[in-house]
């Protein structure tokens, strides 16, 4: 018994909820991707939903449509929201500062790359490992 509530009483709830789809793991590690893709990569969105208690396959399947593409543009985004109409004075020092961010932020080192490399050409999309 916890907080008062019978064990059996609670299990019958949570039943009920999940048949109702009030609770389905599924559904919020989607919508917490989609929410939260725009300040966070891949790496980071998975620990946060495996901090939540999320199931590691629902996690996968969640941050695995977040495509490569997706997410070096929203990557090069960030870069270009934080170095502003002023790029720096070569594409290493850009590279160095920002590429650094969007490791911490949980992108791979290969969409940190690719989206520095956009925002230093100027481009709107650029491939990783191009």
């Known amino acids: 018994m916890r907080l008062g509530y019978e064990e ?5 709830a949570l ?8 609770i389905d793991d599924a559904t919020f590690a989607d919508l917490h991707v989609a929410r939260r893709a725009g300040k966070r990569g891949p790496q ?15 996690v996968r399947a969640a941050v695995g449509r977040f495509d490569a593409g997706a997410q070096v543009r929203m990557a090069a985004s960030l ?14 020092e850009l590279l160095a500062k920002h590429g650094g961010r ?18 230093w050409e100027g481009e709107e999309d650029h491939s990783p490992g191009a």
């Open 44 to 58: 980071a969105l998975a620990a946060e939903l495996a901090a939540r208690g999320v199931d590691r396959e629902l």
């Open 15 to 22: 039943t009920t909820l999940i048949e109702l789809g009030y």
């Open 102 to 119: 969007l490791l911490r932020r949980g992108y791979s080192q290969s969409v940190a790359s690719a989206a520095c490399r956009a925002v």
């Open 79 to 92: 870069v270009r929201r934080e170095v502003g109409p002023t790029l720096p004075a070569s594409y290493q």
């Open 8 to 12: 059996d009483a609670v299990n019958a």
